[in-house]
């Protein structure tokens, strides 16, 4: 079974400062990772993906991969009241579709 | 406006109906997929289909049907068999060949 962990949170974070929020997952031969934003009651909207060891920044976002531990990050920078949601962590192990952590709730305290 | 359309946005249905679940896209995308939400849960993956004409279980499809007749559509039905309905219903589609998957907005339904 393939599995995909998060910290459910809440996690606290203060507007302007760093947000992390980490996932592992347990099938080694994942090969593409995502982030997804997902407000309450709404869809999951992609924010990030990445495919190879090390880091992807877009924008406020970073997206951090290392293989060898099995261990996915996402680095929000300069965090806002909007950035509260729950982010999904996904994994792709082909030929199946995404596998999705729980997600992590995300609040920004302004 | 290119996009995944889910319909209806709420659906209300009996113990012992089925109901079919829409999900239609204008994107060109060559796979589509269908997952379920519950409260405080991630997503888990009911059916995908990479091509017309073919489809495959994912992780929960007990209770479930699908069919791809045709490219942009990948309606799910909810049978009678499925003993736990109630939750919300996510259609997503993605480039054959590319992994990121996009979302519709969801159909969320009630057994009443």
């Known amino acids: 079974q393939k599995e995909v962990e998060q910290n459910s949170g809440p996690l606290s974070v203060p507007e302007g400062a760093i947000a992390s929020l980490n996932c592992t997952y347990s099938d080694r031969g994942s090969q593409s990772f995502f982030w997804y934003r997902q407000y309450s009651g709404k869809s999951p909207e992609l924010i990030m993906f990445?495919?190879?060891?090390g880091d992807k920044e877009d924008g406020r976002f970073t997206a951090q991969l290392n293989k060898a531990s099995q261990y996915v990050s996402l680095l929000i920078r300069d965090s806002q009241p909007s950035d509260s949601a729950t982010y999904l962590c996904a994994v792709k192990s082909p030929p199946d579709g995404l596998t999705f952590g729980k997600g992590t709730h995300l609040i920004i305290q302004p | 406006d290119g996009g995944i359309t889910q319909s209806p946005k709420y659906l209300f249905r009996k113990e012992g109906q089925n109901v079919t679940l829409s999900c239609e896209q204008n994107l060109n995308h060559d796979a589509m997929y269908w997952y379920r939400q519950d409260p405080g849960q991630g997503l888990r993956l009911i059916y995908y289909s990479q091509i017309v004409n073919d489809f495959q279980k994912g992780d929960i499809a007990e209770g479930y049907s699908v069919s791809r007749e045709k490219k942009e559509s990948f309606p799910l039905t909810v049978t009678s068999a499925q003993k736990n309905p109630t939750a919300f219903y996510l259609c997503?589609?993605?480039?054959?060949?590319?992994?990121?998957?996009?979302f519709g907005q969801g159909t969320r339904l009630t057994v009443v």
């Open positions: 990445i495919y190879s060891n």
């Open positions: 997503a589609s993605s480039v054959s060949g590319r992994t990121e998957a996009f």
